[in-house]
């Protein structure tokens, strides 16, 4: 991979520039800092190695070099289409889960399935992860960095003292070698044509229908503060999205409640379905 490689392989998308390394720290910061410099909406950094990828909750993404594609893009809501409406930030992160999913299921025919909110799982392992960071100015959503990482070769995947949730990659599912550009250009033509329709009902739609434990019972430990609380874990049925991108899910007691942040996990053998505090955000 260099930079005159991909800008030949991938002619043809509208990309407005793209910037290659070898090894940075993150290519979501590296996105930052060009955005604030004007790069256009998207604009593509790409690395091959990443010493500080960084995931969500303040997680460490590791990019090892050779392996895996590491990539953020710069995109700029335009005014008219998106802003002040509810759920825009999550909806990019569906967007670039969604794509990713939807890549892995028309190039290699893989059972991929989004894990809300923003992992990408095969055979229940996580393959793919995205970080949507939102900036500001004022007000105004001015640039929405969107970062992808993906598992490509078996050398991508961390040590597993280091790994929250098992981990997969495409390499490993498929048995056989693939090539990085190739699937960065599948996942690139999806950005394309999802972004176009992102606040339709047919994002909405498409999005839930490819979401991992559909009517499934999970818990889920939501982050936030409740009435004195640090976080809440719930424990209820996966019933699909809100149009803000939050998980609705049904408690044992019948109630539907809607998360916007959080991490779910399916139960354990020993589970026992507890409902420590159902306060809905
Ligand atoms: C997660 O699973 O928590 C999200 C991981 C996101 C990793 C990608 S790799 C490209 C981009 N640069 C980063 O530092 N993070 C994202």
């Given at each position: 991979?260099?930079?005159?490689?991909?800008?030949?392989?991938?002619?043809?998308?509208?990309?407005?520039?793209?910037?290659?390394?070898?090894?940075?720290?993150?290519?979501?910061?590296?996105?930052?800092?060009?955005?604030?410099?004007?790069?256009?909406?998207?604009?593509?950094?790409?690395?091959?190695?990443?010493?500080?990828?960084?995931?969500?909750?303040?997680?460490?993404?590791?990019?090892?070099?050779g392996s895996?594609?590491?990539?953020?893009?710069?995109?700029?809501?335009?005014?008219?289409?998106?802003?002040?409406?509810?759920?825009?930030?999550?909806?990019?992160?569906?967007?670039?889960?969604?794509?990713?999913?939807?890549?892995?299921?028309?190039?290699?025919?893989?059972?991929?399935?989004?894990?809300?909110?923003?992992?990408?799982?095969?055979?229940?392992?996580?393959?793919?992860?995205?970080?949507?960071?939102?900036?500001?100015?004022?007000?105004?959503?001015?640039?929405?960095?969107?970062?992808?990482?993906?598992?490509?070769?078996?050398?991508?995947?961390?040590?597993?003292?280091?790994?929250?949730?098992?981990?997969?990659?495409?390499?490993?599912?498929?048995?056989?070698?693939?090539?990085?550009?190739?699937?960065?250009?599948?996942?690139?033509?999806?950005?394309?044509?999802?972004?176009?329709?992102?606040?339709?009902?047919?994002?909405?739609?498409?999005?839930?229908?490819?979401l991992a434990?559909?009517?499934?019972?999970?818990?889920?430990?939501?982050?936030?503060?409740?009435?004195?609380?640090?976080?809440?874990?719930?424990?209820?049925?996966?019933?699909?999205?809100?149009?803000?991108?939050?998980?609705?899910?049904?408690?044992?007691?019948?109630?539907?409640?809607a998360f916007?942040?959080?991490?779910?996990?399916?139960?354990?053998?020993?589970?026992?379905?507890?409902?420590?505090?159902?306060?809905?955000?």
């Open positions: 991979m260099d930079q005159r490689i991909l800008a030949e392989r991938l002619s043809g998308l509208p990309l407005a520039d793209i910037r290659y390394f070898e090894s940075l720290g993150s290519t979501n910061d590296t996105a930052a800092v060009w955005a604030l410099q004007g790069a256009a909406d998207v604009s593509l950094v790409i690395a091959d190695q990443q010493t500080k990828g960084r995931g969500r909750a303040g997680r460490q993404w590791f990019t090892y070099p895996a594609l590491a990539f953020s893009l710069v995109l700029r809501p335009s005014s008219q289409e998106y802003q002040g409406r509810a759920g825009l930030i999550p909806r990019f992160t569906g967007l670039g889960a969604l794509a990713v999913s939807q890549a892995l299921q028309t190039q290699f025919g893989l059972q991929a399935e989004i894990k809300w909110p923003n992992d990408v799982l095969v055979r229940d392992q996580k393959l793919c992860g995205v970080l949507a960071e939102a900036h500001w100015v004022g007000d105004r959503l001015a640039v929405v960095i969107l970062g992808i990482g993906i598992n490509v070769a078996a050398q991508a995947i961390p040590p597993k003292e280091s790994l929250h949730f098992p981990a997969t990659s495409l390499e490993t599912e498929l048995g056989f070698e693939v090539d990085r550009i190739t699937i960065l250009r599948a996942v690139l033509g999806e950005i394309t044509r999802w972004r176009a329709g992102l606040m339709d009902e047919e994002f909405l739609l498409s999005w839930e229908a490819n434990y559909q009517g499934d019972w999970v818990q889920l430990v939501s982050p936030a503060p409740v009435e004195g609380r640090d976080s809440v874990l719930v424990a209820g049925q996966i019933i699909g999205l809100a149009p803000d991108g939050a998980l609705r899910l049904r408690t044992r007691s019948g109630e539907e409640l916007r942040s959080g991490e779910i996990s399916r139960p354990q053998e020993n589970f026992q379905l507890r409902l420590v505090d159902s306060s809905p955000k």
